[in-house]
């Protein structure tokens, strides 16, 4: 029998744990190896960052050791991926220091938040908060619960950013949890955007149906504003020239490919700031190596691109995932499931156990299609549903 294929999997989060089960449940031992490196031990889904702020989980009930995999005949290793070398097939780790070779690699690393590349923010972290950040949320509730009066500012810094309408579920959760604590009528909320309208890869209606369920809980909104600097005096600086004032500042930052891509020969040239992959191979320059979720830039026409989400991360890897059995098989199986199709779903949470949800299909031939269902208990119910039925299947 021929030698098992090594399948690396760099990264072990939406795009990495999806392909990970996928490929093991597509192929025996015999057949393929599989290691999933990945420089955290536990895996958490992005929204419960939500819960998070809004009270109805804790750090601790969220996380799900990665060592899980082991159990289900896929290698874990915890250590940093340090080089990616495309001429030798391989990649070396801080720990091992040592190369590991593979036949097919996934590179699904996500997108790093850079909140230093705001002049300021970092100098005022009293005040400043940055909400991507799930070890700072504990500590921004209190603030938010102890505040009396005055101006919060819900900030996003700069585009893209992963998972679009969530700093606008930040905006709905913060006045939920504002008018549960009595204290919503003496503060102001406001949300600054770089972008002209609420959620440009969902399209205009969209946007405006985002922007009315901020209107009509009393959230101001200010479009093309991009943030330049935070000074000392509470105040922040956009570089259309505009100032205003804060009392709390809630930021969603910069992102930035991580540098071990930055270095690794997948970019073309300097000024690309993510990877670029067939938009529906995920092939990226490198014939054995796919590149899936927040690392990628995927053109859908000249204004938008795929949204950094889990679930678009999930379909491309299951695209991935197909491309790589059929290869080690040799055989045509499931041809349509060998294409990302550009479809997905999130959700708009705005507090008090509701949430809209938004359909989208980006590769719709007539253009992209999105509609943005109402919020309602089912569609959070569904959301619930979301994170555990994913942890039941790729971790448990
Ligand atoms: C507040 C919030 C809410 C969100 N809500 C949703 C939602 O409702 N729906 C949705 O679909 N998406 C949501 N997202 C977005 C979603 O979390 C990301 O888009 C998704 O996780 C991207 O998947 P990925 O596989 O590309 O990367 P990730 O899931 O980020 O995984 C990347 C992994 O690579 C590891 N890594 C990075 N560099 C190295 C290195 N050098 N060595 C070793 N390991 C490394 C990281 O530790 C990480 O585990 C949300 C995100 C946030 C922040």
Not at 11 to 28: E, V
Not at 117 to 135: A, L, S, W
Request: neutral net charge; glycine residues 6%.
């Amino acid at each position: 029998m021929a030698k098992a294929k090594q399948v690396l999997i760099l990264g072990g989060g939406f795009g990495g744990l999806t392909s990970a089960n996928l490929i093991r449940k597509g192929l025996q031992e015999e057949e393929c190896q599989i290691t999933v490196i990945d420089k955290h031990q536990y895996f958490m889904m992005g929204l419960v960052n939500l819960w998070i702020l809004s009270g109805s989980r804790i750090l601790e009930h969220s996380r799900v050791a990665l060592n899980k995999l082991e159990a289900k005949g896929i290698r874990f290793l915890n250590d940093e991926i340090t080089s990616i070398d495309h001429t030798e097939n391989a990649i070396t780790t801080k720990m091992n220091n040592n190369k590991l070779r593979y036949d097919y690699l996934i590179v699904a690393l996500g997108s790093e938040l850079a909140p230093k590349r705001i002049e300021g923010f970092e100098d005022n972290d009293e005040c400043c908060f940055n909400v991507y950040d799930t070890q700072q949320i504990p500590s921004l509730r209190q603030r938010i619960l102890a505040l009396k009066s005055g101006r919060v500012v819900v900030c996003i810094a700069d585009i893209p950013y992963k998972c679009p309408p969530a700093p606008y579920e930040i905006s709905l959760l913060i006045n939920d949890i504002l008018i549960k604590n009595g204290t919503r009528e003496s503060i102001d909320l406001s949300m600054y955007v770089p972008t002209p309208i609420s959620l440009p890869a969902a399209g205009v209606k969209v946007s405006q149906d985002v922007v009315k369920l901020l209107n009509d809980n009393h959230i101001k909104f200010y479009p093309n504003h991009k943030l330049k600097r935070v000074s000392d005096k509470k105040t922040i600086e956009f570089e259309n020239g505009n100032k205003t004032r804060y009392d709390l500042l809630i930021l969603v930052p910069p992102h930035q490919l991580p540098q071990v891509i930055r270095n690794s020969g997948l970019l073309e040239d300097a000024d690309q700031r993510w990877v670029n992959a067939d938009r529906f191979t995920l092939r990226t320059k490198y014939s054995n190596v796919f590149a899936i979720g927040d690392v990628t830039e995927i053109r859908i026409d000249n204004a938008i691109t795929v949204p950094k989400a889990g679930i678009f991360a999930e379909g491309e890897a299951k695209a991935v995932s197909q491309q790589i059995i059929n290869e080690i098989k040799n055989s045509n199986d499931d041809k349509e499931r060998t294409k990302f199709d550009g479809r997905g779903f999130c959700f708009m949470e705005i507090g008090d156990k509701k949430a809209g949800y938004i359909d989208v299909d980006l590769y719709n031939e007539a253009g992209p299609t999105t509609n943005l269902e109402p919020p309602s208990y089912e569609f959070y119910q569904k959301k619930l549903d979301f994170e555990r039925s994913r942890l039941d299947e790729w971790l448990m």
